[in-house]
C-alpha cells in the first residue's frame, strides 16, 4: 500500500496512518495487504488537515485535560483490474481522545 500523502505540517503522520490501516485491515477483514504488483485493489488518498481540539480545561492551571486529535482525508480505493473506485470520500474525519493524567498524554481510544 502506497503511503498517504501528507499536507499538513505533522510529520512523519502518513507513516503512522499507513502502519494504523494496516494493522486494522488485516486485523478485522479477510484481506492481506501485500505490494503494488500483486495488490487486486489500492488505496490511496491524502492528508488533508490534523489538529487538536481542546475539550476540557483545568481549573487549576487553566491547561488542557482532555483533547480531541482530529485527523481529515480524502480517500479513494481503487480496483485495479478495472481502474474503477470502490469507494472514495473527501474531506473523511476521525479522531481519537487525548486525556492529561499527571503531565502524562496517552490516546484513550479511537471514536
Same mark, same amino acid.
Given at each position: 500500500?502506497?503511503?498517504?500523502?501528507?499536507? +499538513?505540517? !505533522?510529520?512523519? /503522520?502518513?507513516?503512522?496512518?499507513?502502519? #494504523?490501516?494496516?494493522? $486494522? &485491515?488485516?486485523? *478485522?477483514?479477510?484481506?492481506?495487504?501485500?505490494?503494488?504488483? +500483486?495488490? !487486486?485493489?489500492? /488505496?490511496?488518498?491524502?492528508?488533508?488537515? #490534523?489538529?487538536?481540539? $481542546? &475539550?476540557?480545561? *483545568?481549573?487549576?492551571?487553566?491547561?488542557?485535560?482532555?483533547?480531541?486529535?482530529?485527523?481529515?482525508?480524502?480517500?479513494?480505493?481503487?480496483?485495479?483490474?478495472?481502474? $474503477?473506485?470502490?469507494?472514495?470520500?473527501?474531506?473523511?474525519?476521525?479522531?481519537?481522545?487525548?486525556?492529561?493524567?499527571?503531565?502524562?498524554?496517552?490516546?484513550?481510544?479511537?471514536?
Amino acid at each position: 500500500m502506497p503511503l498517504f500523502a501528507n499536507n +499538513t505540517y !505533522d510529520r512523519g /503522520l502518513e507513516k503512522d496512518l499507513g502502519r #494504523a490501516l494496516v494493522a $486494522e &485491515i488485516e486485523s *478485522s477483514t479477510p484481506y492481506k495487504v501485500t505490494g503494488g504488483g +500483486t495488490a !487486486d485493489t489500492m /488505496l490511496r488518498g491524502k492528508i488533508t488537515d #490534523a489538529k487538536l481540539v $481542546e &475539550i476540557s480545561k *483545568s481549573v487549576s492551571t487553566g491547561l488542557a485535560l482532555e483533547s480531541l486529535y482530529k485527523v481529515t482525508i480524502d480517500f479513494e480505493w481503487v480496483d485495479l483490474a478495472t481502474g $474503477e473506485p470502490i469507494a472514495a470520500r473527501n474531506s473523511f474525519a476521525s479522531s481519537a481522545l487525548l486525556a492529561n493524567i499527571r503531565s502524562s498524554t496517552y490516546i484513550a481510544r479511537a471514536i
